[in-house]
């Protein structure tokens, strides 16, 4: 069944909640970009009307397939458009005979190739896209991915939504994210990657997304924008009701001139744009992989406004090192108190003297088994506003005691976790296996566990680095949202 658009009526409705969708360009030939935007289709299970069109073919992929658009027997909603540049002219004035509300042109080698002609000609299609009252997404962009009405630009796109609202100049980086982002249990309500942004650009995504019901926080990445007065008022809006997490890309000379080749966008001073982020209240990051990071606390804790961080697990120099790591991302990492201190001294009388912030359970030795009653204490005192566990493959345990205790540990993290006292992260390091190095117990216990943590919505990163990054970035958020409400 094809999700019922919203009542508002806006214009992205039509991207993301599509009654019919023609994919213009549509081939038998698996090299093709019409050939997997319809093959995205059909495996997501998207129930609306598909209209493949090739002037030379019957059927593809068994569906009935129409020479042109003008001979498709409805309206439609959607154009999908995978023909060459000059193709794309002729398809609107088709697009208007079938009252097309939005197109997506994948196509691309228009003005980010800087010729003349290329850019003249993506003039003369925005002029005639406005003349026609056809709105266009991209060209030079891979387009939607609406999991609600099974529609995507990817394979391994899972078909369940969730809340995360993505608004991407570029399609390859935006399809990292949402794979990676699915190893950690992480759905998206909406994603777009919207290329030169030739008419619907950043703002306009911003905008909807702000106001859809289904978004709770907005990810976006950002290489130039068209109206930076309406960008701020947009990006302002966005992030006084959702948190927003963003890239600016061509931060560096080398990334300013990747960017003119990639989107035609001009990237402007990097220190404008931190400016911006700031005044905004955009937590800014500098990559995908710090994005997830982010994206996977605020999927998973509540509100977290202090800093004081308790480090729990890894050897003596990982404590360390671990606690250096906090204090340099900007955490603090109290000493036990006297309360705590005399709670552990009746559990471990032998060793509660030795025992600090962060916790180095390499120390413990026949006292090991009391590791959870220990997070316990942690995470009911009130000296602590988060707790880290540390859980690595370093263990000197033979494989099959260690595999016990790592997957007891994580029982017992999950367990904390839902108890909700406090918020908590967990860390799983171990070495970079290569391929056979997976058949390892070790390896695949930690693969299995990690994905247990992302059932759980337990948010668990692979160095403790990254961990206390996101942590500072993610405090800091709620620190300036209490203060600038």
């Known amino acids: ?248 890309g061509g931060r560096g000379k080398a990334g300013t001139r990747a960017v003119a080749s990639h989107t035609a966008a001009v990237a402007g001073s990097h220190n404008i744009w931190d400016t911006a982020f700031q005044q905004a209240g955009v937590v800014q990051v500098r990559d995908v992989d710090e994005m997830i990071g982010l994206l996977s606390l605020f999927n998973g804790l509540p509100p977290v406004a202090g800093r004081r961080v308790g480090i729990i697990g890894g050897g003596g120099g990982k404590c360390v090192i671990a606690a250096d790591l906090a204090e340099e991302a900007g955490l603090t990492v109290p000493p036990l108190s006297t309360e705590l201190k005399n709670k552990l001294k009746e559990l471990v009388p032998s060793l509660w003297d030795w025992i600090g912030n962060p916790i180095d359970f390499s120390i413990w030795g026949d006292e090991a088994h009391k590791a959870a009653q220990v997070r316990q204490l942690l995470s009911e005192d009130p000296g602590f506003d988060c707790l880290l566990m540390h859980l690595s493959d370093d263990n000197p345990l033979d494989d099959e005691w260690w595999t016990a205790i790592v997957r007891m540990d994580v029982d017992n993290i999950i367990d904390l976790h839902r108890q909700k006292k406090k918020p908590v992260i967990a860390v799983l390091s171990g070495a970079r296996p290569g391929y056979e190095d997976l058949r390892n117990i070790r390896w695949k216990t930690i693969s299995e566990q990690r994905s247990k943590l992302a059932v759980a919505k337990v948010p668990a990163f692979d160095t403790t680095a990254e961990a206390v990054r996101a942590l500072a970035k993610y405090v800091g958020y709620w620190e300036r949202k209490r203060y600038n409400p």
């Open 1 to 248: 069944m094809v999700p019922v658009k919203p009542a508002s009526r806006h214009v992205l409705d039509y991207a993301f909640y599509p009654g019919s969708i023609a994919v213009v360009g549509a081939s038998d030939q698996t090299l093709s970009a019409g050939y997997h935007f319809l093959k995205h289709l059909l495996d997501l299970g998207y129930a609306g009307k598909i209209y493949p069109v090739n002037p030379k073919k019957d059927s593809i992929l068994g569906v009935k397939t129409y020479p042109g658009l003008k001979d498709v027997p409805c309206e439609v909603d959607l154009v999908i458009c995978c023909v060459s540049t000059d193709r794309v002219l002729p398809l609107l004035d088709e697009c208007k005979i079938k009252n097309v509300k939005i197109v997506h042109l994948f196509t691309a080698r228009l003005g980010e190739t800087g010729r003349p002609q290329a850019l003249e000609l993506e003039n003369r299609i925005k002029a005639a896209a406005e003349r026609l009252g056809i709105n266009l997404i991209g060209p030079n962009c891979m387009g939607i991915y609406s999991p609600e009405s099974k529609i995507s630009f990817g394979y391994g796109m899972p078909a369940e939504p969730g809340n995360i609202g993505v608004v991407f100049q570029s399609g390859g980086a935006a399809a990292l994210l949402v794979q990676d982002c699915v190893l950690l249990g992480l759905r998206f309500s909406k994603v777009l990657s919207y290329g030169n942004a030739m008419q619907i650009d950043e703002s306009d995504i911003l905008d909807y997304l702000t106001n859809d019901e289904k978004t709770g926080v907005i990810a976006g990445y950002f290489e130039g924008v068209r109206d930076g007065r309406r960008f701020m008022m947009s990006l302002s809006a966005a992030a006084r009701n959702k948190p927003v997490i963003a890239i600016k």
